[in-house]
């Protein structure tokens, strides 16, 4: 209420790039301080074993999680983990340090919930994130998304040992690793979604994680999917993520698609180019979970992410069990954060564990195994 009511009209008066600069800020300095935490654990945490998911051999304690794109330095996880999400992404993380698009880079489009981002994929750079995150202990399962450097001279042969290695660093840190193919990796344009780009890399990859396993625990590896992906693209990039032991799919990035959209048109000319997240991108992305849910035949783990807490007309919970039942095993927010501030995690918690209490089902877990 007190967001809705007065933080999100102060802080939507505000220039977004500055708003996100400072909740950073703020994130960071909370993150270093266990007092802190420890109060924001008292007063966002209302976990109970009834949402606790095991996938992977890595224990979720509710399947709802931060998206990629909000701790892209690495530096939030604590203060993430105090406010209750059941895991996180830290990322996307290139090899090469990289600043990004230069400002303006995000627009709130709040007629339809949503947001256009283009911050291109600004990464400070494996060495400075490796350095900061190589001795943390993870409070909860922390997944770290990777990308190519973003540096459109970074082509060809290099673009894929510029991934490669960048993999190579960050496969020994994570709990799981997600892989972010939607940069270009020549100067066509061609991304590593493209089969003949993929199937290599892929292989490559395989080779690593062979050299790298520890006995005792396998990281897995999931692929990040553009909700724009044609069925043929879709279909052959599932065939191939399932031959080279890929262990699930994270269900989807933004979306370059303009459809149905309330907000003015000159609004939506300013930002021609961009990834659009939020309620807009949800029919998108519970399409393709469905999808992928069947053709995998429920195989391959899905998180799902798209729009959760982004409609005021629905409660989050309900979303995140839509996704649920299309075939998700997890799911992560970004835009809804915007949208709801961090109760939305204590909201969509509290909100499932009722959903549960009302179908009569006493664990989550007995849900997913029936599905
Ligand atoms: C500002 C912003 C930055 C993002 N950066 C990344 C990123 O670096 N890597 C990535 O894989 N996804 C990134 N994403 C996509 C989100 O992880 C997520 O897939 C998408 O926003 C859909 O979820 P949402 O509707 O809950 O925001 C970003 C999203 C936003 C809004």
């Known amino acids: 209420m007190l967001y809705d009511k007065l933080v999100r009209p102060l802080l939507f008066g505000l220039d977004p790039e500055f708003v996100h600069r400072q909740t950073v800020r703020i994130g960071d300095t909370l993150s270093q301080s266990s007092l802190a935490c420890r109060l924001l654990t008292q007063i966002y945490h209302t976990q109970s074993e009834v949402l606790d998911v095991k996938v992977w051999g890595l224990d979720f304690k509710t399947p709802l999680g931060l998206a990629a794109g909000f701790d892209k330095q690495g530096q939030l996880h604590e203060v993430i983990a105090a406010l209750g999400f059941g895991h996180m992404e830290m990322g996307s993380i290139s090899l090469q340090p990289w600043p990004g698009n230069p400002s303006p880079t995000l627009l709130r489009l709040p007629q339809d919930g949503g947001l256009i ?3 291109g994929l600004n990464s400070e750079g494996a060495q400075i994130i490796h350095k900061r995150l190589r001795d943390r202990q993870f409070q909860i399962p922390t997944g770290i998304n990777l990308v190519k450097t973003a540096d459109p001279e ?5 673009a894929m040992e510029d991934f490669l290695e960048d993999f ?15 940069c270009p990796n020549t100067v066509e344009g061609k991304t590593f979604e493209d089969p003949e780009v993929l199937e290599p890399f892929l292989k490559e990859l395989k080779k690593i994680r062979a050299e790298q396993a520890a006995p005792q625990r396998v990281t897995p590896v999931l692929v990040k999917l553009s909700p724009d992906l044609q069925d043929r693209e879709l279909d052959r990039l599932l065939g191939l993520a399932e031959e080279h032991g890929i262990d699930g799919f994270v269900i989807a990035n933004t979306t370059l698609r303009r459809e149905n959209l309330k907000s003015p048109t000159a609004e939506l000319e300013k930002f021609p180019v961009g990834g659009l997240s939020g309620r807009p991108l949800k029919e998108y992305a519970q399409q ?6 069947r053709r995998t035949g429920g195989r391959l783990p899905i998180i799902a992410c798209g729009g959760i807490g982004c409609d005021p007309q629905k409660h989050p919970a309900q979303e995140v069990w839509e996704y649920l039942e299309l075939g998700a095993t997890l799911v992560q927010v970004y835009t809804g954060l915007i949208y709801r501030g961090p109760s939305l995690v204590r909201l969509t918690n509290r909100g499932l564990m009722q959903i549960l209490r009302e179908k009569g089902i006493p ?9």
Do not use: H
Request: charged share 30%; hydrophobic share 45%.
């Open 117 to 119: 981002n283009r911050l």
């Open 154 to 158: 970074i082509a060809g042969e290099e």
């Open 168 to 182: 190579r660093r960050f496969y020994p840190l994570a709990d799981f690793i997600t892989l972010n193919l939607s």
């Open 288 to 293: 393709m979970t469905r999808k992928v849910f």
């Open 363 to 371: 664990r989550l877990a007995d849900f997913l195994q029936t599905r």
